[in-house]
C-alpha cells in the first residue's frame, strides 16, 4: 500500500519562473493538504482540497494556487518565485472527516537562485 | 494567530535516560494534539495523537494533555540514539470542516547521547 507520494523530489528554479509540485494521497483518502517548511521551522499550512475544491487558506499569498483531479491527486503552482520560496515543500493526506489525522509525504526540495 | 510554541533545543539527553518534550498553544479552542518526529532531511512522521485530558501511552512514547493550561509534552522512555530528531508538536483548531490545517511549532531538536 504506497504511502502519499510526491515529485519531484528536488528542483532548482530561478527567481521569476514557476514552479508545478505533484502529490498522490494515500490510497483511501480524499483529502490533500500542503505545507512549505523553510529550514529550522515548522511546516506551514498552505491550503487544502477536497472535492476538487480549495477548502481553507493559510496565509500564504496568490502566487502560491493548487488543485485536486478526480483521483484525488494534486497539483501546488507557484509563479514569480521569490529567493523566500525556497523550502521543503510537503503534501499531506488524511481519510474524509475533520478528526482524521494527515499524513506526510517525502516533500520536494526547492531552491530558488 | 494561533501559535505553537516549543523549545527549540538542542535537548540532549543519555541513552537510557527520559526525555521530556514540551509544547504549549494558544488557541483555547483547539481539541486534537499530535507529535510528529522528523529525521534530518526527512519529512515528519506521525508518533501520537491526543485529544483528551490526561496521558496515552504507546511503547516508549507517552504523550500527556492539560488543555486548562494550554500544555501538551511528550516522554520518551528508555531514549535511543535513533530517537535524535526534531519533534514537532501540532495542533488542530477548533472549527473548520476539513481539519487538515494544523498549526505546527518551530520543533525540538533531541540528541541522545550514547
Known amino acids: 500500500d504506497a504511502g502519499v507520494t510526491q515529485s519531484p523530489t528536488h528542483l532548482i528554479k530561478t527567481r521569476g519562473q514557476q514552479v508545478t509540485l505533484r502529490c498522490s494521497p494515500k490510497?483511501?483518502?480524499?483529502?490533500v493538504s500542503w505545507y512549505q517548511q523553510a529550514l529550522g521551522q515548522g511546516p506551514q499550512f498552505i491550503f487544502q482540497?477536497?472535492?476538487?475544491?480549495?477548502?481553507q487558506r493559510g496565509n500564504f499569498p496568490d502566487r502560491f494556487s493548487g488543485h485536486q483531479f478526480p483521483n484525488y491527486s494534486s497539483e501546488l503552482n507557484v509563479n514569480a518565485l521569490l529567493l523566500g520560496d525556497s523550502a521543503l515543500y510537503l503534501c499531506?493526506?488524511?481519510?474524509?472527516?475533520?478528526?482524521?489525522?494527515?499524513?506526510f509525504g517525502e516533500g520536494s526540495w526547492l531552491t530558488v537562485v | 494567530q494561533k501559535e505553537v510554541e516549543q523549545n527549540s533545543g538542542p535537548l540532549s539527553v543519555p541513552e537510557g535516560a527520559i526525555a521530556s518534550l514540551n509544547c504549549t498553544y494558544s488557541?483555547?479552542?483547539?481539541?486534537?494534539f499530535f507529535w510528529y518526529r522528523q529525521y534530518s532531511g526527512k519529512s515528519p512522521e506521525l508518533i501520537m495523537f491526543?485529544?483528551?485530558?490526561g496521558d496515552k501511552e504507546d511503547g516508549r512514547f507517552t504523550a500527556q494533555l492539560n488543555k486548562a493550561s494550554q500544555y501538551v509534552s511528550l516522554l520518551i522512555r528508555d531514549s535511543q540514539p535513533s530517537d535524535s530528531a526534531t519533534y514537532l508538536c501540532?495542533?488542530?483548531?477548533?472549527?473548520?470542516?476539513?481539519?487538515?490545517?494544523?498549526?505546527f511549532g518551530p520543533g525540538t531538536r533531541l540528541s541522545v547521547l550514547p
Open positions: 488557541d483555547r479552542g483547539s481539541q486534537s
Open positions: 490510497s483511501g483518502h480524499d483529502t
Open positions: 491526543i485529544y483528551s485530558n
Open positions: 499531506a493526506s488524511s481519510y474524509p472527516g475533520p478528526k482524521n489525522t494527515i499524513y
Open positions: 501540532a495542533v488542530k483548531p477548533e472549527g473548520g470542516n476539513y481539519g487538515q490545517n494544523f498549526v
Open positions: 482540497y477536497y472535492e476538487e475544491e480549495e477548502r
